[in-house]
T-cell receptor
């Protein structure tokens, strides 16, 4: 069965600190996709990144970076030099091949960036 | 231009009423979804439609009935509303056949049952 675990329910850091959001997934498939979405206080869901199971290269986009490690079934998300605008709930998600594009979401990590 | 739009944004109604939420996407996607986000922020898929055909139905009560008049629209009708239906409902769309495409979400409809 597919499952996504975000063990950190809530994190608070002071602005400009780096912060890592953890994501551990379970799947029996060898082909799958992992995602991160951001939900700011305004409520919308914003797509951040997609990573397929065959590509373990780390990704960097500005202050955001993602570390995908199949050996530990983890897809962690790091924000460098955090800003107040990064305050949001962040969701990690998994989609398996042949599952009708169904996405399973983790329970989310609420991130507070304190000024 | 709004890619996935839902109406209304807020819906306050009494228990027992019937209500509908509309969703439209202008991305040309073939697949649309409905998700429910509860008070703890947990997001769970309810339905998906591919080109007007039901693909996923995740053990949702029969009171919830999705309707897709065309592939750009997926409406959600809820009968006999209950207190537990209070949540934020998100519509989303994606392009299937290209496995792993990200889903694009609407801004959500906050449903409050009095």
């Amino acid at each position: 069965a597919q499952k996504v675990t975000q063990a950190q329910t809530e994190i608070s850091v002071v602005e400009k600190e780096d912060v890592t959001l953890d994501c551990v997934y379970e799947t029996r498939d060898t082909t799958y996709y992992l995602f991160w979405y951001k939900q700011p206080p305004s409520g919308e869901l914003v797509f951040l990144i997609r990573r397929n199971s065959f590509d373990e290269q780390n990704e960097i986009s500005g202050r955001y970076s993602w570390n995908f490690q199949k050996s530990t079934s983890s897809f962690n998300f790091t924000i460098t030099a955090s800003q107040v605008v990064d305050s949001a709930v962040y969701f990690c998600a998994l989609s398996e091949a042949g599952r009708d594009d169904k996405i399973i979401f983790g329970k989310g990590t609420r991130l507070h960036i304190l000024p | 231009d709004t890619a996935v739009s839902q109406t209304p944004k807020y819906l306050v109604t009494q228990m027992g009423n019937d209500k509908s939420i509309k969703c439209e996407q202008n991305l040309g996607h073939d697949t649309m979804y409905w998700y429910k986000q509860d008070s703890k922020k947990f997001l769970k898929i309810m339905f998906s439609y591919n080109n007007k055909e039901l693909i996923i139905n995740e053990t949702v009560p029969n009171r919830f009935s999705p309707k897709s008049p065309d592939k750009a629209h997926l409406n959600l009708h809820i009968n006999s509303l209950e207190l537990g239906d209070s949540a934020v409902y998100f519509c989303a769309s994606s392009q299937p056949g290209q496995f792993g495409q990200p889903q694009h979400f609407g801004d959500g409809t906050r449903l409050s049952i009095l």
